[in-house]
């Protein structure tokens, strides 16, 4: 019995790896726009440095995905954390406003070549084991958050330590090589069937059968409106609670505390999601229409918090709900993908959130300069209630169709 239960585990080195990237994330989140402003930027650049960032990763998300499946998915991941390295190295050297810019593009393509790469090899290596997907989605959301909790925590310890924030920079360079180290050493790659075709279809093959999976009607139509709608919304959140925040209190500290406590309801949102959806498959549609409707009004009501209890309480219920849809999404998802497209496809709809970010980013940029910028969320949260009306009509419309 002991034996059994071990097959059906997760490989500690791969919740290891998860629990370092999002820490090394983690650690920049509460001070990342005091960071970019530290080092030459305004607040009226920082979407632009941000939107940066995303455009970067819009661009490059679907090209590393084929990459990772046609090349390899640790070949990627190594490239990814490489590539965040060397965006640590440039944010600690800047004190322009066009260094920020270059850290902002080499952020972007390690995040596009981190995407799908080590998430498709985690879920092909556990799958395989016999461990159900809203487990293996669940248990990634879970260590993710745990990561960029205890890094959102960190970072507000650090963010005193030594001025312009270079003790969070240093943690998240030192960490990101740490990763380069431990992938090389400590992990394996079973290679797919699709490497055994001749390398000049490849490409095609993957890009056609890529775009023929977003072409489809029903669950995938709805999956990519809220995609896009979040990317959207978190990107609002994102970009300008630090500012709000500091804005309201002075404390340093807290910013950390508050990362933490918002990582910390995104893990319980994402074990409640992981709950529901074990006993209750079915309704997993509506589950998540009902949680993005949710997540558009707190949204919509995050721009009149002027209090600190008030703003730290719907912060952190915005992010628990943000953790329930996570794993909703992701396990819907990877339901309906093949497993030798699994990197494209997530990559693909990392391209998607992205978009949303570049929205934000343009639309952030025009509120900050005609109005309060805390405008942009009741923008994003009634653009998100509105796709959740259009998926309405997309989900009664699939019911309909389907064979009674």
């Known amino acids: 019995m002991h034996i059994r239960l071990q097959k059906k585990q997760m490989r500690k080195i791969f919740l290891i790896i998860t629990f370092l990237k999002s820490f090394s994330v983690g650690v920049m989140m509460p ?13 009226n650049t920082i979407s632009l440095l941000l939107g940066t960032y995303s455009l970067t990763a819009l661009f490059a998300e679907f090209p590393s995905g084929i990459f990772a499946d046609i090349c390899g998915r640790k ?5 990814a954390y490489f ?39 985690i879920i092909d290596d556990t799958v395989s084991k016999g461990i159900t997907l809203v487990k293996v989605t669940s248990r990634l959301s879970i260590f993710e958050s745990a990561g960029l909790a205890a890094g959102a925590l960190a970072g507000g310890c650090l963010s005193g330590i030594i001025q312009r924030y270079t003790a969070n920079i240093l943690t998240g360079l030192i960490i990101n090589v ?65 500012p709000a925040f500091s804005e309201i209190s002075s404390a340093s500290w807290l910013l950390g505390v508050t990362s933490f ?49 008030l703003f730290i309480g719907m912060y952190v219920f915005i992010y628990f709900f943000v953790g329930n849809g996570n794993v909703t999404e992701n396990t819907l998802l990877n339901q309906i993908v093949s497993p030798d497209q699994r990197a494209s496809i997530l990559s693909l709809f990392s391209f998607i959130l992205q978009a949303g970010g570049i929205i934000t980013a343009l639309l952030g940029y025009i509120v900050s300069t005609q109005t309060n910028y805390r405008v942009i969320w009741l923008i994003a949260g009634i653009l998100l209630i509105l796709g959740v009306g259009l ?9 309909i169709k389907s064979p009674a």
């Open 83 to 121: 590539l965040s390295a060397v965006s640590f190295v440039f944010l600690l050297f800047s004190n322009t406003l066009w260094l920020l810019f270059l850290s902002m593009v080499f952020t972007g393509l390690g995040r596009a070549f981190a995407s799908g790469s080590m998430d498709a090899l």
């Open 261 to 309: 406590t918002g990582f910390a309801f995104v893990i319980l949102g994402s074990k409640i999601a992981e709950c529901f959806l074990a006993k209750k498959p079915n309704f997993s549609v509506l589950w998540l229409i009902i949680n993005k409707l949710i997540f558009g009004i707190l949204l919509s009501l995050f721009m009149l918090q002027n209090q600190i209890p």
């Open 391 to 399: 998926c309405v009509l997309l989900y009664r419309r699939a019911i």
């Open 178 to 242: 740490l990763l380069l180290m431990v992938l090389i050493f400590f992990v394996k790659e079973k290679h797919s069937d699709l490497e055994n075709k001749p390398n000049k279809n490849k490409i095609g093959i993957q890009i056609k059968n890529s775009l023929s999976f977003l072409s489809q009607k029903g669950l995938v139509r709805i999956l990519l409106v809220f995609t896009i709608l979040t990317g959207t919304a978190l990107f609002s959140v994102e970009t300008y609670w630090q």
């Open 75 to 79: 070949k990627s991941a190594l490239l």
């Open 31 to 43: 001070v990342l726009a005091l960071s970019l402003i530290a080092h030459g930027a305004s607040i």
